[in-house]
Structures are given as C-alpha cells and as structure tokens.
C-alpha cells in the first residue's frame, strides 16, 4: 500500500532538504522524496501548510512506566506527543532490564531505545529510593560481567549507560563510574552522565566528572544552573571547554529543576549550542515541560531556527545514539517515520521551572505523526500547555 503526501514544507537536514517537496511512502518504507514525485493510483494527503521532518527524537525520556512511580508510558512521551523515537535515560538497572523489554519496548508503537543504568538494581521512583537506601553508591551494586550479560543479549535498543555519578560521603570515586566506562569502551557505547544533585548523594566534582569524558558521551541538563557547566558569573568552566573541544555533547534533558533560561542564554551568548534537544520527561514535570515540541520552541525564542531546532531532535540524536541507519532521516529506504508540525503565531509565556519566563510569539504545534508507514493526525498533545482534550489511540494505515 503507497501513501503520496504532497506539498508539505520538509525539513531533512541530514540530507539538506529545506522547501517544499512530497512524500512517497509505501510498505512501511520511505520510497521517494522530493519535488513533484510523479506517481498514479495511490492516496494522497495535501499537507499545505505543514512542516514535515524525520520523526523527532527525544533521547532523554523516561517511560519504564511498569516498574516504580516515575516513568511516562512511551506512547504519550512519543507518538502521541509526536515523537517516533525515545531512548529511556536509565530508568532500569540488570536486574529488570528484561522487564523494560518485555512491557514497554516490546508493546509500544513509538520506538524505544534504552540508557542501561550499568548497576545491579536501579528504580525510579518519586521518593529516589534507590539513593536513599544506598543502591546508586554501593559497590555492592555493580557486577561488570552481569552488565557485560546483559548488553550482549540487547544490542539492539542498548544505545549506551545512563550514569549518575554518586559517591559516598568521603569517596573519591564513583562505583557506577567506574563500571561504565569500560563497559562503554568494551561496547564502543556512548555514556549518557547527567549533572547536578542528588538526595542523600555526593557527586563527582564536575571538573573532574567532565575530564573523564570521552568523544562521543553525552553531558544532559548542559543548561543546568546550579552545580552544571557554569560558573557563578555564567561563564563556561574550563574542563567544560576541554569536553566540548573533545566531542563531548550537550544535550539539554529539560526537565524541571535542571534548565534555565538564564543559563541557556548564557551559553548560547558563549557559542554554545546543546547537540541534542530533549525533555527528560517523568510523571512530576509534565505541566512545566508539556512537549518536545514546547522544549523546539523555547529554544527557537531564544534564538535557533527551526532548522536548527529540527537538526537537534532529528539526525543529531540519531548520531548520538549511533542510529542514523534506522532513524534521523527520510533517505528512501527507511521507515517511514516522520513528524507533521505547524508553527502557528501566538502570545505566550512559557516557564523553565526555575522561576523564568519566557514570552513567545509562535509556538510549534504537532499535527500529525507517522511511525513505520502507519499515520495519523494529532489533534491534541498529551501534556501540552493547552487542556486536554483527546489524544490518538493508535495509529492507523
């Protein structure tokens, strides 16, 4: 079965597609693209007026929804917010990597990759047990060769080690750290650390948590505004320049407590521009974060494109996650994901979570989401700032 979308604006930056062109799609697949696709005897959807791009990528989500009170089932984080792609942040340790599998990848329709938390036991809940009871500082916790067991059986959606890097009051080194790495290197994996606090936690200092980083690893909540990549006056620290000139990424990981208009401004003043957007999404931070489609906004009111923002939660994030042959693109050939998106003027003030507000005078708004060939249009997100209303149930084509 062919699907012809005609006369959409699309965006492709990993091909350098930027105007208006249709869409061929058929078995699931990406036929053709281009200007005036000459085909006969298939549907056709006129998509005048919308923006069309590889299916968005959140690559810092959290959607192991079946095991503690944290995590987002993934199709309201994904297709149903206009995602096709989330990757899990570490919301499962060894021990309940198979459950993750089995009740959330397996049974989604968005696609789902996953951060393995490198310790024994890791639960996500909304009390952060596992730090409070001392799971993420043990040692105890940590058996590199079960790890080891566990990536092997899951090549295929492991896309790289989420690592809170906690220590002990008194320690000097971090027990998940210190698994990870050679994990990543073993693997040729990327590790995903994120900055900030913890309760009941110490962390590594930043400058020395950010040394340890190779090319390819990811630092989320970059516009973190306390205890992250800035000084006090908001200037980049050093070893954070040293990351960065390495190729260390930045992703943003919105969010509710670890971004900041302040601070992004800051460093895009500084030139520095967050690899992947992302929103780091859980059951405590919807009302602040909404979308992924609020997080393209926000940073296009503080200056990116919407080619930029596209960019950022398209191939960047497939190369991120070392995907760009399944996803990223709309290189024919590839499942046909992709995301229908309009920008539409309107007054708003948008929040950060740390008490900054940003007025807005557009805001991008889904309108429609294609995972692997199966269509649909959306007509109300799931978190949005907007009351709820309905949201699609399944897709359908």
């Known amino acids: 079965m062919a699907t012809l979308f005609r006369n959409a604006h699309i965006i492709d930056p990993a091909q350098g597609i930027d105007g208006l062109g249709d869409l061929l799609v058929e078995n699931g697949k990406v036929a053709a693209i281009g200007t005036h696709v000459a085909v006969t005897d298939v549907e056709t959807i006129d998509l005048s007026g919308q923006i069309l791009t590889p299916g968005w990528i959140d690559i810092h989500s959290h959607v192991f929804d079946t095991v ?44 789902v990759y996953a951060f393995l938390d490198p310790s024994l036991l890791y639960i996500a809940t909304s009390d952060f047990i596992a730090h409070r009871l001392g799971f993420a ?89 306390r205890h992250g990549l800035y000084d006090a006056a908001g200037q980049l620290l050093p070893a954070a320049k040293r990351a960065i000139a390495r190729g260390v990424m930045l992703d943003v990981g919105h969010s509710s407590s670890d971004f900041a208009f302040k601070t992004a401004r800051s460093g895009l003043d500084q030139g520095i521009l967050p690899h992947t957007l992302s929103t780091d999404l859980n059951c405590f931070n919807t009302e602040v974060i909404g979308s992924l489609a609020l997080t393209m906004t926000k940073f296009m009111a503080l200056g990116l494109t919407l080619a930029q923002v596209v960019e950022r939660v398209t191939i960047n994030p497939a190369r991120a996650l070392r995907k760009t042959d399944a996803i990223g693109s709309l290189r024919p050939g590839m499942d046909a994901d992709f995301t229908l998106a309009e920008l539409v003027p309107e007054n708003a003030e948008l929040v950060d979570g740390n008490g900054g507000i940003l007025p807005v005078s557009a805001i991008l708004k889904v309108r429609g989401v294609c995972r692997a060939g199966k269509f649909a249009p959306i007509r109300q997100m799931p978190f949005d700032y907007e009351p709820q209303t309905e949201a699609i149930e399944e897709l359908v084509g």
Do not use: W
């Open 68 to 111: 503690g009170d944290f995590c987002l089932p993934a199709d309201l984080v994904g297709v149903q917010s206009g995602v096709t792609t989330v990757a899990d942040a570490g919301t499962s340790g060894l021990l309940t990597f198979s459950a993750l599998r089995e009740t959330v990848v397996d049974r989604a329709q968005t696609r």
């Open 137 to 225: 500082t043990s040692p105890k916790n940590q058996d590199r060769e079960r790890a080891a067991a566990v990536v092997e059986a899951n090549r295929d959606i492991i896309v790289g080690f989420k690592v809170r890097p906690t220590l002990k009051s008194g320690e000097t080194r971090s027990p998940v750290m210190d698994t990870a790495l050679p994990l990543a290197d073993q693997y040729n994996l990327p590790i995903m650390v994120h900055v900030g606090r913890f309760p009941a936690d110490e962390v590594l200092p930043i400058d020395v948590l950010l040394d340890m980083l190779r090319p390819g690893d990811i630092i989320t909540h970059a516009f973190q505004p």
